[in-house]
Antibody
Framework: QLQLQESGPGLVKPSETLSLTCTVS??????????WGWIRQPPGKGLEWIGS???????YYNPSLKSRVTISVDTSKNQFSLKLTSVAAADTCVYYC????????????WGQGTLVTVPS | QSALTQPASVSGSPGQSITISCIGT?????????VSWYQQHPGKAPKLMIY???NRPSGVSIRFSGSKSGNTASLTISGLQAEDEADYYC????????????FGGGTKLTVL
């Protein structure tokens, strides 16, 4: 059974960089046809796609976040990562990692999510 | 990328059927058969319920069905049960100048 687990700091200071890692177990990030994505959700609000990465390193991002986002993959560790620069209070969200059956928005396996708080 | 439009809330009684709409544009729902629906209970990760407009993943009840007409996708839940009470989100592949994924704002389903 595929499992994903987010890890990283729960508190990030304004203007700093948010860094999260998603560790995949029970399967490989190198499986073809699947991208690996990050989705976030502000407390009490809806879902927002951040971006996705293929095991080759190919990425695509939400245009509204593209200037601040980098998503990368480490096939040797079976992990993929998110970096979001210049964070502000509006970036306080639960961050989810998920497997994506590209090109559709088909996220079939999700991590449990991790809350990252940026104090105002 | 603009968010897809969903009603904020819908409700129904046990045993009834409800439909949640998801309005997109000619850059997403209207031109691609890549629409998914997610169920989210409080404090939990979203769960994939429908993909590619009308396909159900293994293990999802046949009470859940999806469809699309023009720029509007729909999720129908028949035979409502108490455990169906949750938030539901639609999502679509989108391509204007670049490819991407867009979500709807979410719909709170209340089972009366």
């Amino acid at each position: 059974q595929l499992q994903l687990q987010e890890s990283g700091p729960g508190l990030v200071k304004p203007s700093e960089t948010l860094s999260l890692t998603c560790t995949v177990s029970g399967g490989s990030v190198t499986r073809s046809s699947y991208y690996w994505g990050w989705i976030r959700q502000p407390p009490g609000k809806g879902l927002e796609w951040i971006g996705s990465v293929y095991y080759s390193g190919s990425t695509y991002y939400n245009p509204s976040l593209k200037s601040r986002v980098t998503i990368s993959v480490d096939t040797s560790k079976n992990q993929f990562s998110l970096k979001l620069t210049s964070v502000a209070a509006a970036d306080t969200c639960v961050y989810y990692c998920a497997r994506q059956d590209y090109p559709g928005p088909t996220f079939d396996y999700w991590g449990q999510g991790t809350l990252v708080t940026v104090p105002s | 990328q603009s968010a897809l439009t969903q009603p904020a809330s819908v409700s129904g009684s046990p045993g009834q059927s409800i439909t949640i709409s998801c309005i997109g544009t000619s850059s997403d729902v209207g031109v691609y058969n890549y629409v998914s629906w997610y169920q989210q209970h409080p404090g939990k990760a979203p769960k994939l319920m429908i993909y590619d407009v009308s396909n159900r993943p293994s293990g999802v009840s046949i009470r859940f069905s999806g469809s699309k007409s023009g720029n509007t996708a729909s999720l129908t839940i028949s035979g409502l049960q108490a455990e169906d009470e949750a938030d539901y989100y639609c999502s679509s592949y989108t391509y204007s100048s670049t490819p991407g994924v867009v979500f709807g704002g979410g719909t709170k389903l209340t089972v009366l």
